[in-house]
């Protein structure tokens, strides 16, 4: 998808090594941003969830969307709230039937790539 940047261009995209945004991770883990997290953090959020295995495709197309307008930029980095986050992952969820606890097969815990 092609998306105009904040100079008129096409923003560029970037193709990161799950070690790369590993420690993209742990740098952002010891900024004290307040209740905003980066988008590697948002990431790692999704990744995290106890319910990671129900996700399909278009689950993941509209948490993109929806947290797409979330995310804002100070000129040193993009950040959006941690609640936004929760949020639309629990929106997401809330369309899906409730499974029992330890059978989506994905280990629930902190952030980790």
């Not at 799950?18 to 790692?44: C, F, H, R, Y």
């Not at 959020?45 to 495709?57: D, I």
Request: net charge negative; glycine share 12%.
């Amino acid at each position: 998808m092609d998306v105009d940047g904040p100079f008129g261009g096409p923003m560029r995209t970037w193709e990161l090594s799950k070690s790369d945004l590993a420690t993209l991770l742990d740098l952002s883990q010891k900024l004290n941003l307040d209740g905003e997290i980066t988008p590697v953090m948002a990431w790692g959020m999704v990744l995290a969830h106890p319910r990671l295995g129900e996700l399909n495709e278009k689950d993941f197309v509209k948490l993109t969307e929806d947290l797409g307008s979330k995310v804002r930029c100070y000129g040193f980095g993009a950040v959006m709230e941690e609640f936004e986050v929760r949020d639309a992952l629990e929106a997401t969820f809330s369309t899906k039937p409730e499974q029992p606890l330890g059978l989506t097969g994905v280990p629930h815990g902190g952030y980790s790539l």
